[in-house]
């Protein structure tokens, strides 16, 4: 089953306590995204990856962090600097940059 | 960047009617439009896109029209049926770099029976 996974569903974390999510995916897509999305807001990007050891900042970047060390896998860490951090985070990829979107599930984190 | 914007935010409809959702961008280099669908607890799924190229494109009873010169671009649903009822998210690429799409806040499309 092709796909992308995004683990944990559910996630809540004390304040002052980084957390990071997993996405994964075995579509052999070399770009991946991850989105912030709130209600009536859209969705944000955070960080995206166009190739393995490489990322660049999105629009709403700050007190999060990202690693590409393997083509499968983008996770995030919403750390302790992310001043509201209870939100739906979606994770994506895609072929190519200007290609279909493939969204994960999602994580909903809820800050305690 | 890009800016993309999003009207209306919600819109409800009779089921059989039609649906219109219509988004303006900024950049005059983005040339890749696409078009996503949220049901609610699901994840976004693309509809239909459309590129800079053509000026409409119809995929059965959705189709979107593209207006380069004045930067909109819509989405419209004939027949509307209660499974139309979701949150539909337009999109923009950023023309000067290839990468990331630009979203609308998104229209929640409610069809009534």
């Known amino acids: 089953d092709g796909g992308i996974t995004q683990s944990p569903k559910y996630l809540f974390r004390k304040e002052g306590q980084n957390v990071t999510l997993s996405c994964e995916q075995n579509l052999n897509h070399d770009a991946m995204y991850w989105y912030r999305q709130d209600p009536g807001q859209g969705l944000r990007l955070i960080y995206y990856s166009q190739i393995v050891n490489d990322f660049q900042k999105g629009d709403i970047a700050e007190g999060y962090s990202v690693s590409r060390e393997k083509k499968e896998s983008f996770p995030l860490t919403v750390t302790s600097a992310q001043k509201n951090p209870t939100a739906f985070y979606l994770c994506?990829?895609?072929?190519?940059?200007?290609?279909?979107?493939?969204f994960g599930e999602g994580s909903r984190l809820t800050v305690l | 960047g890009e800016n993309v914007e999003q009207h209306p935010s919600t819109l409800s409809v009779q089921e059989g009617d039609s649906a219109v959702i219509k988004c303006t961008y900024s950049d005059s280099a983005s040339n890749y439009f696409p078009w996503y669908k949220q049901e609610l607890g699901k994840r976004p799924q693309l509809i239909i896109d459309i590129r800079s190229n053509v000026g409409e494109k119809k995929d059965q009873r959705i189709a979107v029209t593209l207006n380069k010169t004045a930067k909109h671009f819509s989405l419209h649903i004939t027949e509307t049926q209660p499974e139309d009822s979701a949150v539909y998210f337009c999109a923009a690429n950023q023309g000067s770099t290839l990468g990331r799409l630009y979203f609308g806040r998104g229209t929640q499309l409610t069809v009534w029976p």
């Open positions: 994506a990829s895609s072929l190519s940059p200007t290609g279909e979107l493939f």
